[in-house]
């Protein structure tokens, strides 16, 4: 009877063990499970963002085939998230998708909030013309996009100096800029953008 109680015991402590492992197994993989779906549910969250970036791609949006994005998107999205682009490549390669597409704004929109975050100082000359576009979203970021472009650079940082060619291409958005603010056709909403945006940086103000 005492063997027989002990081999119960054992039996039981058995099943208990197999239960807890089972559950804690279980809990493994859907923790796993859950990590994995989120992940999947951020990047389709971020691919979103870039797409509705201005509202002109919502809004045209059905107008579009189904679930089929325009070229122009594709293709940022491609140069932003390719790890095998430099920053130099993505700013040359935006650059160019910027000339490709200079009739619709959404897409000068979308793809100068792209530049904006590369502080592309080399590509200031291409970027410039864009501040007499007629839309005012797109003169407003083209604004964006030349104030990082004047911030220092790497190596200035680097040398604790800003270095002369630089300087030269800062002083070309200067004159830019101030050609927008005295232009008497630029809307009271970019100049304020423009005032606020350049008042206290790199890029000095005339004629306020």
């Known amino acids: 009877m005492k063997n027989n109680s002990k081999v119960i015991y054992l039996v039981i402590t058995a099943i208990v ?3 807890v492992g089972f559950f804690l ?3 493994k993989s859907d923790d796993v499970h859950s990590k994995e779906l989120m992940e999947t549910q951020e ?3 971020s691919n979103s963002n870039i797409l ?3 509202d002109g791609i919502t809004n045209n949006a059905s107008n579009l085939p189904h679930g089929m994005p325009p070229d122009w998107v594709k293709n940022m999205i491609a140069i932003n998230d390719s790890p095998a682009y430099s920053r130099e490549d993505k700013i040359h390669k935006l650059v160019d998708l910027l000339k ?5 704004p959404d897409a000068l929109s ?3 909030i792209s530049l904006t975050k590369l502080n592309p ?3 200031v000359d291409d970027i410039i013309p864009y501040l007499k576009n007629t839309n005012p979203k797109v003169q407003i970021l083209t604004l964006g996009v030349l104030h990082n472009a004047s911030l220092l650079t790497k190596k200035e940082h680097e040398l604790k100096h800003s270095l002369t060619e630089n300087e030269a291409v800062r002083k070309r958005i200067t004159e830019a800029v101030n050609e927008l603010k005295v232009d008497p056709n630029t809307s009271n909403e970019v100049k304020e953008v423009l005032i606020s945006t350049y008042s206290g940086s790199n890029t ?4 306020k």
């Open 52 to 54: 509705t970036v201005s």
């Open 100 to 104: 490709q597409n200079e009739s619709n």
């Open 110 to 112: 979308a793809i100068l």
């Open 17 to 19: 063990v197999a239960f």
């Open 121 to 123: 100082i080399e590509a």
């Open 43 to 45: 990047k389709i969250s």
């Open 25 to 27: 197994f279980a809990k």
């Open 204 to 207: 000095s103000l005339k004629g």
